[in-house]
Every structure is written in C-alpha cells, then in structure tokens.
T-cell receptor, first 113, second 111 residues
Framework: DAGVIQSPRHEVTEMGQEVTLRCKPI?????LFWYRQTMMRGLELLIY????????DSGMPEDRFSAKMPNASFSTLKIQPSEPRDSAVYFC???????????FGPGTRLTVL | SQQGEEDPQALSIQEGENATMNCSYK?????LQWYRQNSGRGLVHLIL?????REKHSGRLRVTLDTSKKSSSLLITASRAADTASYFC???????????FGRGTSLIVHP
C-alpha cells in the first residue's frame, strides 16, 4: 500500500481564491481525519469521517472551510475564500476500525498571499 | 484544545546519549500514543500504551505511564542523529477514541 496520499504537496494562492486539498486514505481504513498544523496552534483536528460520514466538524474554523468524503477512497478539504491566516500545513490521516495508530499523509503546505 | 502537553519544548543532546521527553494530560484517558515527525513529513506512530499498562518497550524506545500523575515519558536510548525529529504525545478519552495531540518536543541529536 502506498500509504495516505495527499495532493498537492505545495499550494501557493492569493487571498480570496478557492483552495481544494485532496486525500486518498489507506484502503480498508474506516476513519479519515483532516488536521491543520501551525507553529502557533500546533496540530489541530479539523474534522473526521467514519465510513464516509462526517462525525465531528467542531474543529473547522469557519464556514469558509468545508470537507467532503464522497466515497471510501477520496476526501477533499475546501477553503473558499482563502485568507493569509489559513497558511499552514494540512494533514490527512486514516485509521482502521481498531483503536490504534493513525497513518498520516505527507501533508499539503498551503501559503495564502 | 490540547489534552497532552510535552516537556521540554526542545531538547538538544549528543549522539549516544539518552533522550527523555514527558507528556502531561488533564483528564482520564483510554490510551496514550507517541508519534514522531521528521521535518517536512507527516507524523509516524511509534508506540501506544493503554491506561492499564505502566510500561512498554519497542526497540530503543521505552514508554512509561503514570495515571495517578496523569503523565507519560518517552525514553530513547543510545540516540542517533536520525532520531532528530519532533515527538508528540496523543491521548484519547471517553467513548470516541479520537486522539488529541500535544504541541510536541523538538529533539536534536548532534553527531
């Protein structure tokens, strides 16, 4: 298995533009997580899905953020419109049904100018 | 909000020395995990310790858990330059088993 795949790895955009981050979890994993990492706030859980259903989106900072999981092998995190304070590294992670380790993707480094 | 908080924030040692990092948390937990993050990479799981366990080993890693003090420690023995990374503890509690991550300890091992 190739592990969790994220794209793009780097994204530079201008304020006001729409940004879409993509994630392919490990096949067979039931849980998918979106995190944001910054120096100021550390690693924050934004939202997680179980069997493609959003379970807890209380970490989503604003209505500008939305996430979908249309099927078991694909998820998106969208920011519209983007702002400079959204600049961060965004990680996707997946996990099997057993209470155990999370597998993280390599992250998407987002810079909003 | 972070449940676990690592201490120290940064640690600098020489190759061959042992490195000890601590994690304190606030509420009762089900499990505590330690992860490593190399620069520019995602987090990688190292070890999980359950609330009814006191100590676990994995290679050069030793993790202890003291639920009475709500704290855990990660010991890396005979450190190597390749151990240079940030180390995070993550705790889960209640019925969700969704871990919350601390801010991490940045470890630098000088060759």
């Amino acid at each position: 298995d190739a592990g969790v795949i994220q794209s793009p790895r780097h994204e530079v955009t201008e304020m006001g533009q729409e940004v879409t981050l993509r994630c392919k979890p490990i096949s067979g994993h039931d849980y998918l997580f979106w995190y944001r990492q910054t120096m100021m706030r550390g690693l924050e859980l934004l939202i997680y899905f179980n069997n493609n259903v959003p379970i807890d989106d209380s970490g989503m900072p604003e209505d500008r953020f939305s996430a979908k999981m249309p099927n078991a092998s694909f998820s998106t995190l969208k920011i519209q419109p983007s702002e400079p304070r959204d600049s961060a590294v965004y990680f996707c992670a997946s996990r099997g049904i057993e209470v155990n380790e999370q597998f993280f993707g390599p992250g998407t480094r987002l810079t909003v100018l | 909000s972070q449940q676990g908080e690592e201490d120290p924030q940064a640690l600098s040692i020489q190759e061959g020395e042992n490195a000890t990092m601590n994690c304190s948390y606030k509420t009762s937990i089900n499990n505590l995990q330690w992860y490593r993050q190399n620069s520019g990479r995602g987090l990688v799981h190292l070890i999980l310790i359950r609330s009814n366990e006191r100590e676990k080993h994995s290679g050069r890693l030793r993790v202890t858990l003291d639920t009475s003090k709500k704290s855990s420690s990660l010991l890396i023995t005979a450190s190597r330059a390749a151990d240079t990374a940030s180390y995070f503890c993550a705790t889960d509690s209640g019925g969700s088993y969704i871990p919350t991550f601390g801010r991490g300890t940045s470890l630098i091992v000088h060759p």
